[in-house]
């Protein structure tokens, strides 16, 4: 749960403020989306649809597009003077779901040179101390989560409406690999409960989500899981690759490979389950791993990146073989604690 003296000061910044900025992270996922619309929900109930602006710094997924309020988010990738314009001369930005500014990309120097008041809410480990104000529960299933907290603890309940319950649902399913990871928990379950009870469709959302396969993705991955599957046993681990020329085969788009990385913990005794892809000149590794197994110092250590304990990324500026065969020697380092992975 947040601290409450820290949500009654955010309370009182939006309250005061004219010209608010809602903003998340790049590559906005179900959680980002979900935390951001669900959010401006709550605040256009409170009166401030005239001063609150969503910014993405790209677009959003085809797959999210039909979420409440979806329509107004700008895409800061396609209006990028206006978007650091907005920033730059807010009273109050709210950074969702993303602990650095370096998420933003290229609205990272508008929003640290922005004088405007800065609240970062967000679940990811070690938030930057760049906001004036961290409301930080890495406890948390998901950014959406906290949103219903903040709301919550604020009497805002009753402004709770399908609208913002589809956008809340959205973000916790997603962020907890559909209610299954440790993260999720009895108060997960019962906010959830609260969501459902506002009417929204609980398997249309899962299919606007998860249903959304293209026939190529749906060959790429039988592909993948056929031919690329790697399985070294005695470390529990599994990994999958995926090259620039099969991108091109399979006239891969972006958000094809998404949670191409979940399908190697199925498989029994596996605890860590890597996905490399091919992006840009640079590799992007995509971790998940079940249990005790730590993935975010893990991905920190070898590869500059991090997360969530049982999901983590990096971005490698090296070649596909050299990327892999470096995970490779770090793994055999790790042979004890995956073996003893509970
Ligand atoms: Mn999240």
Known sequence: MLQKDTIIEAEKLIKQSNNIVLLTHFNPDGDAIGSITGLYGFLIQLKKEEAVKMILPNAQPDFLKWIPHSKKLMNAEQHLKKANELILNADLIISLDFNTPARINDLEASLRNSKAIKITLDHHLQPDDYANLILSDVSASSTCQMVFDFAEQLGWKNYLNKDIAESLYTGIMTDTGSFRFDSCTGTTHRIVGELIDTGVDKSKIHGNIYDTNS???????????????????????????????????????????????????????????????????????????????????????????????????????KGMDEVISEFVSAIKLYKDELESTV
């Open 215 to 317: 026939e190529n993705r749906l060959r790429l991955l039988g592909k993948l899981l056929h031919e690329k599957l790697e399985v070294l046993s005695d470390y529990r681990t599994v990994f999958l690759s995926l090259n620039a020329a099969e991108q091109a085969q399979f006239e891969v788009k972006k958000g094809d490979t998404e949670g191409f990385v979940n399908y190697g913990l199925s498989i029994e005794n596996i605890v860590l389950s890597v996905f490399f892809v091919e992006r840009e000149g640079e590799v992007k590794i995509s971790f998940r791993s079940k249990g005790s197994f730590d993935v975010n110092s893990f991905a920190r250590k070898y590869f500059k990146g991090g997360g969530h304990k049982n999901a983590s990324g990096a971005n490698v500026k």
